[in-house]
């Protein structure tokens, strides 16, 4: 049984330009998460979907940050323009969960090592 | 402000001894905390986990204890060994629910041999 898949595992970039970040959930959940992880902050929702629909977009940082989930098997994390404040590890993950998160667990991907430079 | 905080951000324990990982929170809504473990390169993964109702649970060598009145848990691995190293998340949520999961900082375990 396939993980979360996460692509790329790791991408360097110049400031300016344009990142997607592509993730693959576990089939048959219906929730999917992007978070952030950086040192000073640990890890940070940046948004959450549930069965394909954007619920909590509250922590992405800047409109330069946009998500989309087209359909349950795929999303994708956007970044347009990049900056070097960026660089951070970026994990998907998901969960099936039809209310309480007791009994279930949120299974993360391997995540994405971006770097703006 | 952080509501899930993790104030040690590393650890070192000699292989066999207790390891104990804490956590403090503010948000008094939190009824059901989690701990994930991370090593470089992999995802987080589910360690365990426990609910407000309890005050202890314990899966193995992981005990995770909840001291409500103190808004404090604790991870305790005994006996530690080299493979736990890795950096470990406490996180909240209330009502199980997984949106308002929230994590702390973490903290890097170092178990030496």
């Known amino acids: 049984d396939a993980g979360v898949i996460q692509s790329p595992r790791h991408e360097v970039t110049e400031m300016g330009q344009e990142v997607t970040l592509r993730c693959k959930p576990i089939?048959?959940?219906?929730?999917l998460f992007w978070y952030r992880q950086t040192m000073m902050r640990g890890l940070e929702l940046l948004i959450y979907f549930n069965n394909n629909v954007p619920i909590d977009d509250s922590g992405m940082p800047e409109d330069r940050f946009s998500a989309k989930m087209p359909n349950a098997s795929f999303s994708t994390l956007k970044i347009q323009p990049s900056e070097p404040r960026d660089s951070a590890v970026y994990f998907c993950?998901?969960?099936?969960?039809?209310?309480?998160?007791?009994?279930?667990?949120?299974?993360f991907g391997e995540g994405s090592w971006l770097t703006v430079v | 402000d952080q509501q899930v905080k993790q104030n040690s951000p590393s650890l070192s324990v000699q292989e066999g001894r207790i390891s104990i990982l804490n956590c403090d929170y503010t948000?008094?809504?939190?009824?059901?905390f989690l701990w994930y473990k991370k090593y470089p390169a992999e995802g987080p993964t589910f360690l365990i986990s426990?609910?407000?109702?309890?005050d202890k649970n314990e899966d193995g060598r992981f005990t995770v204890f909840l001291n409500k009145s103190a808004k404090h848990l604790s991870l305790h691995i005994v006996p530690s060994q080299p493979g736990d190293s890795a950096v470990y998340f406490c996180?909240?949520?209330?009502?199980?629910?997984?949106?308002?999961?929230?994590f702390g900082s973490g903290t890097q375990l170092t178990v030496l041999p």
């Open positions: 993950a998901s969960v099936r969960t039809t209310g309480r998160l007791s009994g279930n667990t949120i299974y």
């Open positions: 426990i609910s407000s109702i309890k």
């Open positions: 996180a909240a949520t209330f009502s199980g629910s997984a949106r308002q999961l929230t």
């Open positions: 948000n008094s809504m939190f009824d059901y």
């Open positions: 089939s048959g959940h219906n929730s």
